[in-house]
């Protein structure tokens, strides 16, 4: 079974700019969720999707956003980058959503660096 | 924030010695997970203990949760030095939507 993919894995943009991520679950996962990954914030939650239903939102300004697909794929967009976004950009899936969810699988990231 | 706070942040051992990171949490959960990270790679789930559970084991690791202290401990046992990596734990909480939130990290040195 192949695992979570994540492209771009690296990339540089400047200030300003705008940036889309894509995320590929596990086959038959229908949860995917978003983190960003700082050395000094840690992993943040950015937000959870279930069958293209948005379920969580975390703390982040309007500038993140993100969407599902019919077929589980994600994407997350972020807009008007900034120099504080620099971050890995994690992404995991799972099989199911809520109280039930056992282990996420994660996706080895994108490198997102802004100039 | 309620993020979970691991400590120690940082872990020297030797090869061989046992390593001992702990977790603690601040509102009630459903699960309680364990993960792994090799510097700037994905991280790769280790262990799952229920609230219901007091403590589990998967092969050199054994965890431990005690929910009245919100906290949790994981043991790996006779670490190698491919254990080098950074160890988080995530907590399911069940008050927030069942979002998961990541604790700041253990960085586990283990010396060949």
């Known amino acids: 079974k192949a695992g979570v993919t994540q492209t771009p894995r690296y990339l540089i943009k400047t200030r300003g700019q705008q940036v889309t991520l894509s995320c590929s679950p596990i086959?038959?996962?229908?949860?995917v969720s978003w983190y960003q990954q700082t050395p000094g914030q840690g992993l943040q939650f950015l937000f959870e999707?279930?069958?293209?239903?948005?379920?969580n939102k975390g703390n982040f300004p309007g500038r993140f956003s993100g969407r599902q697909f019919s077929n589980s794929r994600s994407e997350m967009n972020v807009s008007t980058l900034e120099l504080g976004d620099s971050a890995l950009y994690l992404c995991?899936?799972?099989?199911?959503?809520?109280?039930?969810?056992?282990?996420?699988?994660f996706g080895e990231g994108s490198r997102l660096t802004v100039l | 924030s309620q993020q979970g706070e691991e400590d120690p942040q940082a872990l020297s051992i030797q090869e061989g010695e046992n390593a001992t990171m702990n977790c603690s949490y601040k509102?009630?959960?459903?699960?309680l997970q364990w993960y792994r990270q090799n510097s700037g790679r994905g991280l790769v789930h280790l262990i799952l203990?229920?609230?219901?559970?007091r403590e589990k084991h998967s092969g050199r690791l054994r965890v431990t949760l005690d929910t009245s202290k919100k906290s949790s401990s994981l043991l790996i046992t006779a670490s190698r030095a491919a254990d080098t990596a950074s160890y988080f734990c995530?907590?399911?909480?069940?008050?927030?939507?069942?979002?998961?939130?990541f604790g700041t990290g253990t960085s586990l040195t283990v010396i060949p």
């Open positions: 995991a899936s799972s099989f199911s959503a809520g109280a039930g969810v056992g282990e996420l699988f």
């Open positions: 509102t009630s959960i459903n699960n």
């Open positions: 995530a907590t399911l909480q069940s008050n927030t939507g069942n979002q998961f939130y």
């Open positions: 086959s038959g996962h229908r949860s």
């Open positions: 999707y279930f069958s293209e239903t948005q379920r």
């Open positions: 203990i229920r609230s219901n559970e």
